[in-house]
C-alpha cells in the first residue's frame, strides 16, 4: 500500500475476486482519470500507515486539499493488500446495513461524514451512536476511512464521543496545503497538464508560469485539476495576473464559468443541488422541482444531456447501493454554485 500503482481499467484483472474487481470499477469511475494522476505525497504515506496500523483513518483538510483522492487510492490499494471490498457510503444507517461480521473484509469509505459545507447535527449524533460498531467492526479485520473539511470536524467533535471510537485520535491526518512538499507540487501540476485534455498550444503558454503556478501558497490539487481541463480555461487569457487570479480565488474563478453556462445546464447543477448534492439515477424529479427547472429555463430531457456534458469537470456519475448517482465533481462547486443561487 505504500507503493502505490497507477491504476487503470487493465489493472482490475489482478485484482483478487469478481465482487472487488466491480467495486474498483465503481472507485475508478466515480474518479474519472484522476486517479491516473495520483502523486504520491507525505499525507498518502501517513494515511495509509495509519489504515494499516489502526484499520482506520480520518483524513482532515481544506476544501480541494485531495482528500477523497487520497481515499481512493487508499481503497484501491486495500484491495490489492488485504483483498476488501470497498463500499462507499452516505450514511451511519448503511454502514450498520452492510456491516458483515461473516464478510469482514470490507472497507468502508465515507466522504464528508460530518456535513458537506457546514456540519450536519443530525449524520454527527447518527454516526456517534455508530462509532461502537465501527469499533467492533475494525476489531474484526474492517477498515475504515472517513474524510472531513478541518473546520467542520472541529465543530462537531465534541458531540463525537471518540472515546466509543478510541482510533479517531490516533488516526488523524490533517492535509495542510501548505505542507505540501515543492517536488510534490510541481509533479501534481505536471500530471494534470500532461495528463489533462488541454490542445498543445495552451501547454507551450501556459509554461512559462507553471512555476509560479506551483510555488503559490493558495495552490491545491485541485486548482492543478482545473487547469489540466480545457473546459475551465475556456474563458481565461493565459498572463501571470490571470493564473494568480485563477489560484487565489477558485470560488469567484468558478462563479464565472457558471455565469458562461446555458440554462440547461444551470439547471442540470440546480437538480443536483436540491437533491442535497445526491441525484439519482434515472432522475425523477417532483413537480415542485421541474417547476424550479422550469423558472430556470430548462427541463429534463434538457438536464440528462446536460449532465452528460458536463461529465468530467463540474459532474460525476458513480454507482452506489444498487443505483448510479450524480454528484458535483468538487464539493467546491457545490460553494460555487450556492453563491450563484444566492446572487
Given at each position: 500500500m505504500l507503493v502505490p500503482r497507477v491504476y487503470g481499467l487493465g489493472d482490475l484483472s489482478q485484482i483478487l475476486d469478481e465482487r472487488a474487481g466491480g467495486q474498483a470499477k465503481a472507485i475508478l469511475n466515480s474518479l474519472g482519470n484522476d486517479i491516473s494522476k495520483f502523486v504520491?505525497?507525505?499525507?498518502?504515506?501517513?494515511?495509509?500507515?495509519?489504515l494499516v496500523e489502526h484499520g482506520?483513518?480520518?483524513?482532515l483538510g481544506e476544501p480541494a486539499c485531495g482528500k477523497s483522492t487520497i481515499a481512493a487510492s487508499l481503497a484501491l490499494?486495500?484491495?490489492?493488500?488485504?483483498?476488501?471490498?470497498?463500499?462507499?457510503?452516505?450514511?451511519?444507517?448503511?454502514?450498520?446495513?452492510?456491516?458483515?461480521?461473516?464478510?469482514?473484509?470490507r472497507l468502508f469509505w465515507i466522504d464528508d461524514a460530518f456535513g458537506a459545507t457546514q456540519v450536519d447535527w443530525s449524520a454527527t449524533f447518527a454516526w456517534a451512536r455508530?462509532?461502537?460498531?465501527?469499533?467492533?467492526?475494525?476489531?474484526?479485520?474492517?477498515?475504515?476511512?472517513?474524510?472531513?473539511?478541518?473546520?467542520?470536524?472541529?465543530?462537531?467533535?465534541?458531540?463525537?464521543?471518540?472515546?466509543?471510537?478510541?482510533v479517531m485520535k490516533a488516526s488523524q491526518v490533517v492535509i495542510n496545503v501548505q505542507d505540501i512538499s515543492q517536488h510534490e507540487r510541481e509533479q501534481i501540476l505536471y500530471n494534470h497538464?500532461?495528463?489533462?485534455?488541454?490542445?498543445?498550444?495552451?501547454k507551450k503558454e501556459v509554461k512559462?508560469?507553471?512555476k509560479y503556478i506551483a510555488n503559490n501558497e493558495k495552490f491545491t490539487p485541485e486548482i492543478?485539476?482545473?487547469?489540466?481541463?480545457?473546459?475551465?480555461?475556456?474563458?481565461?487569457?493565459?498572463?501571470?495576473?490571470?493564473?494568480?487570479?485563477?489560484?487565489?480565488?477558485?470560488?469567484?474563478?468558478?462563479?464565472?464559468?457558471?455565469?458562461?453556462?446555458?440554462?440547461?445546464n444551470i439547471s442540470a447543477l440546480a437538480a443536483i443541488f436540491m437533491r442535497a448534492g445526491a441525484l439519482a439515477s434515472p432522475i425523477e424529479l417532483a413537480e415542485s422541482e421541474l417547476n424550479a427547472l422550469k423558472l430556470l429555463g430548462g427541463t429534463l430531457d434538457g438536464v440528462i444531456s446536460s449532465l452528460k456534458f458536463l461529465e468530467g469537470s463540474l459532474t460525476s456519475q458513480s454507482f452506489e447501493e444498487g443505483q448510479y448517482i450524480w454528484r458535483y465533481k468538487h464539493p467546491t462547486i457545490r460553494d460555487a454554485f450556492a453563491q450563484y443561487v444566492a446572487v
Open positions: 504520491l505525497t507525505d499525507a498518502f504515506n501517513r494515511s495509509a500507515k495509519a482506520f483513518v480520518l483524513l490499494g486495500a484491495l490489492d493488500e488485504w483483498g476488501c471490498n470497498t463500499f462507499k457510503l452516505c450514511s451511519s444507517d448503511e454502514f450498520i446495513r452492510h456491516w458483515n461480521p461473516n464478510e469482514p473484509k455508530t462509532f461502537p460498531h465501527i469499533s467492533t467492526a475494525i476489531k474484526n479485520g474492517a477498515k475504515v476511512i472517513f474524510t472531513s473539511r478541518d473546520y467542520i470536524y472541529q465543530s462537531a467533535k465534541g458531540d463525537l464521543k471518540e472515546s466509543s471510537l478510541p497538464i500532461k495528463l489533462g485534455n488541454q490542445p498543445q498550444s495552451f512559462p508560469f507553471l492543478a485539476r482545473r487547469l489540466g481541463d480545457k473546459f475551465f480555461t475556456r474563458e481565461l487569457r493565459v498572463s501571470k495576473s490571470t493564473l494568480v487570479n485563477f489560484v487565489e480565488s477558485p470560488v469567484e474563478f468558478l462563479l464565472d464559468v457558471l455565469s458562461t453556462l446555458d440554462k440547461q
